[in-house]
């Protein structure tokens, strides 16, 4: 009996019949014909055109199941790349998703056997990465597109190239505030002096004005500005010497208040030359806070034996003995418990050993007595990273 038409009403009925998925026992990939049942699928297995089939894989099997696996392969991946991306998700979401076609290449097909062996292998091969828990093995995509690498290489360009703006902006601010600082420093320190009149009833005026003028030819009333108000003050100590008493006292005043700003000056001064950017010493105890060393040496404290070079040390860790060569900023100062000596390791009391006090934590620094040198029992305030436990 001939085949039905297309549009006769057997022939609708198979293809309505076909639709959605069939059992994977009665698919044959080798004709890629799915058969709806048993009887269906034996008949396909006696047919002319299976056979022939078969011949020409008993030929070169190896080569069927190449091409199979590399199709299953691509479509696979293309599916976990237009839907998920590159975002980790579960191996069995893809292979439901992509089975659901009944045009797929089955797996019985291809060189793996289970699902779980080609997740291992995309791993292995390098198209994804996986990670197994405990509800399965996960897969993630890698973009190994020209287009995708070249965005993400722009981005990052764009992306330093803002941040090397930011640091030439802090760099220039930076500068500005300097020249500001110093310019400031070379300004004559102001006088201060007090004002004294020859009598009560004698008013003082301060006229801040351009210009400046005198109401009157009497002593009673008198505009004067700032450096007239020193010329008179002047006149007055030659003219009466019955004050005598009272302009001592304010030379010793005025002799106080310059004394005060140039030991603020000088105070201020000997810090800035007495800091350091390097502060390593031997005896100390220090922590090592890189990474790089491994999880053996991180956070571990140990004690500096000798200084290289102002900036590098050789330090003998605490627990295990182990002598490395490490930079000063691959570790910090260590904070001991109230009571205990220190060594102050930058700033005006360099190389001083005191005993720690307390702790103040909002201000982030700590309060020490001198132990030794000229301020043997002074009290200072130092900050964290300026003082260190003694070993």
């Known amino acids: 009996m001939g085949k039905a038409d297309f549009l006769s009403p057997k022939a609708i009925a198979n293809r309505i019949k076909s639709k959605g998925l069939q059992k994977l026992r009665w698919y044959c990939q080798m004709c890629q014909k799915q058969c709806r049942d048993e009887n269906g699928f034996k008949c396909h297995c006696m047919s002319e055109s299976h056979q022939r089939q078969l011949l020409l894989a008993s030929e070169d099997p190896n080569k069927f199941m190449d091409y199979f696996s590399d199709e299953f392969k691509s479509e696979f991946l293309e599916l976990l790349r237009r839907r998920f991306g590159t975002k980790r998700v579960h191996n069995n979401i893809i292979y439901n998703e992509y089975i659901s076609d009944r045009e797929h290449v089955h797996m019985n097909s291809t060189q793996w056997e289970t699902l779980t062996d080609f997740t291992k292998w995309l ?6 990465k996986v990670d197994e828990t405990p509800k399965g093995w996960y897969i993630q ?6 287009e995708t690498i070249r965005h993400q290489e722009e981005q990052a360009r764009r992306k330093k190239q803002e941040l090397d703006d930011e640091e030439r902006s802090a760099k220039f601010i930076e500068e500005q505030v300097r020249r500001g600082r110093d310019s400031k420093e070379t300004e004559e320190t102001p006088v201060f002096t007090e004002l004294i009149r020859e009598s009560e009833e004698e008013k003082i005026a301060f006229n801040l004005g351009a210009s400046s003028s005198t109401a009157g030819s009497s002593k009673s009333s008198s505009v004067l500005g700032a450096s007239a108000l020193k010329a008179s003050t002047s006149s007055t100590k030659r003219k009466d010497p019955s004050s005598g008493s009272d302009s ?8 106080s208040a310059l004394e005060e700003i140039k030991e603020m000056e000088e105070k201020r001064r000997m810090k800035q030359s007495v800091r350091t950017d390097y502060w390593l010493r031997p005896d100390i105890v220090v922590k090592v806070v890189t990474k ?18 102002r900036y590098g040390a050789v330090v003998k860790m605490v627990d295990s003995g182990d002598k490395l060569k490490l930079d000063q900023n691959h570790v910090e100062t260590v904070i001991p ?20 006090e307390g702790i103040d934590e909002k201000n982030f620094s700590a309060s020490l007595t001198l132990d030794s040198g000229q301020q043997k029992g002074k009290r200072v305030d130092i900050a964290y990273e300026d003082f260190s436990k003694l070993a």
């Open 292 to 309: 790089r060393l491994g999880e053996k040496y991180h956070k571990k404290k140990a004690v500096v034996m000798e200084v290289k070079d």
């Open 141 to 146: 995509y890698i973009d190994r597109d020209p």
């Open 248 to 255: 001592s006292r304010a030379e010793k005043k005025k002799k």
């Open 337 to 356: 418990a109230p009571g205990k000596r220190v060594v102050i390791l930058n700033g005006p009391h360099r190389d001083t050993e005191a005993v720690l």
């Open 123 to 128: 791993g292995r091969e390098g198209f994804c």
